[in-house]
């Protein structure tokens, strides 16, 4: 079955250094979303990505889709403590009629040291 | 506006016991709703999903079933919990058309004792 892969699995930073997530898909995707897990919270949606080589921007965050949309990555420039959180990235599973079902990595928890 | 209401939020039960818990939407009608479990605070994984009322589909064969009695309301449950069952259950429904997305019920924290 489909897979989605996360790395890394951990990121310790210090505050205002940057922090890059991947994800990877074992087949090729429609789209790709990321999501934002702050501790002992739900996951928020942040973003989708839907074409080959989209990059997109909020504030500090750049997410990007390879250009064989199976891939992506999430970057965070100059990264603050409100940062902190656990960042899933998450594609659409099987082929035809999805139904909107997701298949998420397993995420990378992300720890800013003040 | 939308929102998506889950509860409880902590459950602590023995093993053997039933389980339910219950998700609403409001603000929206005949969504696509899922059950996610995640374990040891990693990754989710999807265990049912239902598109209308009485429509469930399985993901992983389990412990748990599922039921939609109303448009809006998603129950998850278990005749006789197991250890395995511990977990943090996240229910979600699907927003669709230009800007696809799922949102999140605040999330049940189960712990089978």
């Known amino acids: 079955g489909q897979q989605v892969m996360q790395i890394p699995q951990y990121q310790h930073v210090q505050e205002g250094e940057d922090f890059t997530t991947y994800c990877n898909s074992s087949?090729?995707?429609?789209?790709i979303q990321w999501y934002k897990q702050r501790p002992g919270g739900h996951p928020v949606f942040l973003i989708q990505?839907?074409?080959?080589?989209e990059v997109k921007k909020q504030k500090r965050l750049t997410f990007q889709f390879g250009e064989a949309k199976k891939n992506s990555s999430l970057h965070i420039t100059a990264t603050q403590t409100t940062d902190v959180g656990t960042y899933f990235c998450?594609?659409?599973?099987?082929?035809?009629?999805?139904?909107?079902?997701?298949?998420f990595g397993q995420g990378t928890i992300l720890t800013v040291h003040p | 506006s939308q929102t998506i209401h889950q509860w409880p939020a902590t459950l602590v039960q023995p093993v053997g016991s039933p389980l339910s818990l219950e998700c609403t939407v409001e603000g929206t009608s005949n969504p696509n709703l899922y059950w996610y479990r995640q374990a040891a605070g990693r990754g989710l994984q999807l265990l049912f999903y239902s598109v209308g009322i009485g429509q469930i589909s399985s993901e992983v064969p389990q412990n748990l079933s599922a039921s939609r009695p109303q448009d809006r309301q998603f129950i998850l449950s278990s005749k006789k919990l197991l250890l395995s069952d511990s977990g943090f259950y996240l229910c979600?429904?699907?927003?669709?058309?230009?800007?696809?997305?799922?949102?999140f019920g605040s999330g049940t924290q189960l712990s089978v004792l």
């Open positions: 979600a429904w699907r927003r669709t058309g230009a800007g696809e997305k799922l949102f």
């Open positions: 087949t090729t995707l429609s789209n």
């Open positions: 998450a594609g659409p599973s099987g082929g035809g009629t999805s139904y909107g079902k997701l298949t």
């Open positions: 990505l839907v074409k080959s080589g």
